[in-house]
């Protein structure tokens, strides 16, 4: 499949597809029809007596694109990481304690598979139980405790990632999402907000800002420090017998942000 960043015109679009590999046979040229965003073709693959790596290039316009496939002959070694979950939801946590969740990486493939690191981004999260790099013959497994102790109210995320020899998945990222509350005064009461991601878009959606302002006032604060990747979010720094007004806005990975949602308003008992 060629998926254009935006439709093309009505004239449609040539593309022109090359292979590093002559294993993997392609077109030499796909056309994407007018006013479509993607045209699909069919990729031809031979047998292979030893693992390869493929480049497919596209190119159009001046702009050209690479992608790696992994080919593997049967029976080949091939070392293959498996991870318990893609995302750790950490929900909500009081504020200075500590939740943990267990990460277990397993060698998944036919030979063994060397985890070479492991890191963290987002604030409030750490790490413990193992140390890297570390190989591991198939079948056996590591388990990494990841924990989220914030320090402060409201939502945070954050990502972990592992870089291995695995193939397929050398660079593998895991989401990481959770939100502080207070133990009394304002984290008594909090307001939960939902929203639906947008349906289709030529511009990723990166993440999410959300805003507030009092009822009554036409001053917004903006609630989260960085991007919100989920399509949820907990204001907990609210007050009892007051009144807000939420709205939130989509941005894109230069940070560009739409225009706003709809208002919703939450009266606080």
Do not use: C
């Amino acid at each position: 499949m060629v998926t254009l960043s935006s439709a093309a015109g009505t004239s449609g679009m040539s593309v022109g597809l090359i292979s590093s590999n002559a294993a993997v046979a392609v077109p030499a040229t796909v056309t994407v029809p007018a006013n479509a965003a993607s045209a699909g073709f069919t990729a031809n693959v031979a047998a292979v007596t030893a693992s390869e790596t493929v480049t497919l290039t596209a190119s159009a316009g001046g702009v050209s694109k690479t992608f790696a496939l992994q080919l593997n002959a049967p029976g080949a070694n091939v070392a293959s990481l498996t991870i318990s979950t893609g995302n750790l939801a950490f929900g909500n946590v009081t504020v200075n304690t500590t939740s943990t969740q267990p990460l277990k990486l397993t060698s998944s493939g036919t030979s063994p598979v060397t985890i070479s690191s492991a890191s963290l981004t987002g604030t409030g999260f750490t790490m413990s139980g193992a140390t890297f790099p570390v190989t591991l013959n198939p079948g056996l497994a590591v388990t990494v405790d990841v924990s989220f102790d914030p320090t402060a109210a409201g939502s945070a995320s954050g990502q972990l990632t592992v870089d291995s020899n695995a193939s397929g998945n050398s660079n593998a990222t895991i989401s990481l999402s959770g939100t502080g509350i207070s133990a009394s005064g304002g984290g008594s009461h909090q307001v939960t907000l939902t929203w639906d991601a947008p349906g289709s878009s030529t511009d990723p959606v990166a993440g999410y800002e959300i805003y507030r302002a009092d009822a009554g006032s036409s001053t917004y604060q903006l609630l989260n420090s960085t991007a919100e990747t989920q399509t949820t979010f907990v204001d907990a720094n609210v007050q009892a017998n007051a009144s807000y007004v939420y709205y939130v806005t989509s941005v894109d990975a230069s940070g560009v942000q739409s225009t706003a949602s709809n208002q919703v308003t939450a009266t606080i008992p």
